[in-house]
């Protein structure tokens, strides 16, 4: 191929990475973002205007001039939203394969280590502005491999699910107070699993080994001075159903709980409300709940394992300041889902650049 948009080098080493120029063409087709050579000549074209518009600063009509201006394409700014807004399928496609399989497993006792979060996204408009409308990236971050195994985009009425990503059998999945629901989590270990989940004091209905009601701030009051507790508990679900599970709380250095006592009255303050002494006395304590068993993974392993959230923070953080994940323009869905699906490409595709350079940086993961 010769035309003009292939002649920078950089651009098809870019291509190479999705796969190379003749599988998007077969792609593209397949899911209808391209049928005809018209306006535009071809979908490695299309997607490099697809590019322009995401990742650059300017709008719909300047990203047309440009392209008429260097011999891209030739359309207008309304042809080129209609075209943009059919290419939210082929863009999941390249999303999918960049993705694949996951790498070595060679973290926590050779297991695969699993962090998911969730990143949100003002939506653009009256929608954004007013009523709160959010798009939400739910992610995996693999670790020791450093890298996204997984993406979903919502709006906000679907909220954080700790089985939203498939399982992969061996693994340990590791999640946030959002993540803590007994039938979701119930579901991650039948698929063959483990999981670490951050627990707020008040965030489930807690039982005994026995099943019998457990309150969980009068076990915390029981503590003394003892740094650790690690008990077999049960969580019921909203159905009724018991899930054995094993509760680890670990006690914090005064520092970080004076830390979080300041953060909670202040938030406290903001909304109004007093502070429950309840969620003081849980500020001094990590809560967690976990599957793993305790012969193999003590409570301060657990915690150690936990610890290792900040990674995919580090890596959302990376999407919207280096790459620029931000607003979406404009306030047509199909058009947001292609501006969101750009920047995960673009992240993905400087993964392997950014893991080259880490060098000895504490994101790496030792084994």
Same mark, same amino acid.
């Given at each position: 191929m010769t035309h003009e948009s292939l002649a920078n080098p950089g651009w098809v080493a870019t291509v190479e990475r999705l796969g190379g120029a003749d599988l998007l063409e077969r792609e593209a087709r397949e899911h209808k973002a391209f049928e005809r050579a018209r306006a535009v000549a071809s979908a490695v074209? $299309? $997607? %490099? $205007?697809?590019?322009?518009?995401? $990742? !650059?600063?300017a709008g719909l009509r300047l990203t047309a001039a440009w392209a008429e201006t260097v011999g891209l394409a030739s359309l207008s700014n309304v042809a080129l939203l209609k075209r943009l807004r059919k290419m939210v399928p082929w863009l999941e496609r390249m999303v999918g394969r960049l993705i694949g399989p996951g790498g070595p497993v060679a973290a926590a006792r050779g297991r695969l280590i699993r962090l998911v979060d969730a990143t949100m996204i003002a939506k653009a408009g009256r929608e954004g502005r007013e009523r709160g409308g959010v798009w939400r990236v739910h992610a995996v971050f693999d670790l020791p491999t450093e890298r996204f195994s997984a993406f979903e985009l919502t709006d906000e009425r679907e909220g954080e699910r700790i089985d939203r990503a498939a399982v992969v059998p061996g693994? =340990? %999945? =590791? !999640?946030? %107070?959002a993540y803590l629901h007994a039938e979701r989590i119930a579901n991650v270990l039948a698929a063959g699993a483990d999981v670490i989940v951050r627990a707020p004091w008040n965030g489930a209905s807690w039982r005994d080994a026995d099943g019998e009601s457990l309150d969980l701030i009068e076990v915390l009051k029981r503590a003394g001075r003892k740094q650790v507790l690690d008990r077999p508990i049960v969580m019921m679900g909203s159905a009724g159903q018991p899930i054995a599970i094993r509760l680890v709380a670990l006690r914090k250095p005064k520092w970080a709980t004076d830390e979080t006592v300041a953060k909670l009255k202040r938030e406290a303050a903001r909304k109004g409300k007093a502070l429950h002494p309840s969620t003081v006395l849980a500020a001094g304590w990590t809560i967690l709940v976990t599957s793993l068993a305790p012969e193999e993974f003590p409570a301060q392993k657990v915690g150690e394992l936990y610890r290792l959230r900040w990674r995919i923070e580090i890596a959302f953080k990376h999407a919207k300041s280096g790459v620029g994940l931000a607003r979406p323009p404009g306030e047509d869905p199909n058009l947001a889902k292609v501006y969101i699906l750009c920047h995960l490409l673009a992240i993905l595709l400087t993964e392997p650049l950014l893991i080259e350079h880490l060098g000895d940086s504490p994101r790496r993961v030792a084994a």
């Open positions: 074209d $299309l $997607l %490099r $205007l697809a590019f322009a518009y995401c $990742l !650059g600063k693994e =340990i %999945r =590791i !999640g946030d %107070r």
